[in-house]
């Protein structure tokens, strides 16, 4: 059934480092629709980026609204223009992403880093509705931050302040997929859990029992793996997210008497 719908409506979508999330908005931020996907393996900025296009035209092809604005959030050190000078995570860096989606998609085109957009969406309506200071940590595959001080996004240099997976947690500790060591990301972000469970399976096997089990093999074990062996009650899997729990809270204290 076609929905008549005379206001506004946008197009977003929050692009991380293995899924693809598109929602339809109304001009008031309301939720119209909502869509989500694995992106390719390959993670090709183009491959990627046709394959938002298809979200998108699935979208439109199910609702029957029409867009008039484009929104992309990216887990990416993006600056103001749209161009990306790095991603650890798509594998992604220097090129003008704003300009690949503008000769793919026929709307206006807005693109931001994904947290710092997320960032922005808790302040204006969600838990930092009405405060002048927020500071806001999303774990996925990888770790991003957001910081609302007096009022203001939280910008710095090339538009990448608040880089909070990538704060020092661990002194020459492990190895972050960017160029450091020791970072927040390296120790509980998801493609970091998978990492310390893989290597506490192969460092004691019997306890990694029912982690294998559930995965098959070493090389599978992933951070849904450990959080579906957490929900029952695997004791290997227990230890690990209340090493990452701890981990996050020692970078969320850093954060917040910066």
């Known amino acids: 059934m076609v929905q008549e719908v005379t206001e506004p ?11 693809a999330n598109v929602v339809l908005l109304d001009a008031v931020g309301q939720l119209l629709f909502s869509r989500k996907s694995l992106i390719p393996v390959s993670k090709d900025p183009d491959q990627v980026l046709k394959h938002v296009k298809n979200e998108l035209n699935e979208c439109l092809n199910k609702t029957a609204y029409k867009a008039s604005a484009f929104g992309l959030g990216v887990a990416a050190q993006i600056d103001s223009e749209g161009f990306v000078f790095g991603s650890p995570n798509l594998g992604w860096q220097n090129f003008s992403l704003t300009r690949k989606l503008e000769s793919l998609i026929d709307l206006p085109v807005f693109v931001t880093n994904d947290v710092r957009a997320a ?3 808790e302040w204006q309506y ?3 509705k009405g405060v002048d200071d927020l500071a806001v940590v999303f774990v996925g595959t990888g770790i991003g931050g957001g910081v609302i001080a007096n009022g203001q996004v939280l910008a710095g240099c090339n538009n990448s302040g608040a880089e909070l997976g990538h704060i ?3 002194y020459d500790g492990r190895k972050c997929r960017c160029p450091n060591k020791g970072c927040l990301e390296a120790y509980a972000g998801g493609w970091a859990i998978a990492a310390r469970a ?6 004691n096997p019997k306890k990694g029992d029912f982690l294998l089990s559930l995965a098959g093999a070493v090389e599978n074990i992933t951070s849904a793996t450990v959080a579906q062996a957490f929900h029952e009650a695997d004791p290997l899997a227990e230890l690990l997210v209340e090493q990452t729990g701890k981990f996050l809270a020692a970078g969320s204290v850093s954060v917040v008497n910066a």
């Open 9 to 19: 409506i946008t197009f977003g979508v929050d692009l991380g480092g293995t899924k």
């Open 119 to 121: 960032t922005w969406a």
């Open 126 to 128: 969600g838990a930092g």
């Open 168 to 170: 020092t947690l661990v």
């Open 198 to 203: 893989q290597e506490a399976v192969n460092e």
